[in-house]
């Protein structure tokens, strides 16, 4: 689940002015993402305001929590689901909800 950081804009836009505020950060948003690694789907995605902290635990939580609904039961549990995150993953709140989901043992 790494948190990206997307510029204004698209292929063929023209990259507007930054966030009042924040001239250093030209960015509109900050999309947290989460892919399945052996299909490289993507399950969910939040797209989040430029100001956003790259450590909010509730977004790490929402777009976890997503992912995880688009996974079919019969995989979902049991079966080992390993999960990555860059280090803005390494918050509290996000390793307790970890910890919380259904184990397959």
Avoid: W
């Amino acid at each position: 689940m790494p948190a990206t950081a997307g510029p204004e804009g698209g292929p063929g836009k023209p990259t507007a002015a930054p966030l009042q505020g924040a001239p250093d950060r030209p960015y509109r948003y900050r999309p947290l993402l989460c892919f399945l690694d052996n299909t490289r789907e993507a399950l969910s995605g939040l797209l989040r305001r430029g100001r956003a902290g790259s450590t909010t635990t509730a977004d790490h939580i929402t777009v976890l929590d997503a992912a995880f609904a688009q996974i079919p039961d019969a995989h979902q549990y049991g079966t080992e689901i390993p999960i990555q995150s860059d280090s803005a993953g390494c918050m509290y709140g996000l390793l307790t909800r970890i910890r919380s989901l259904p184990s397959t043992a």
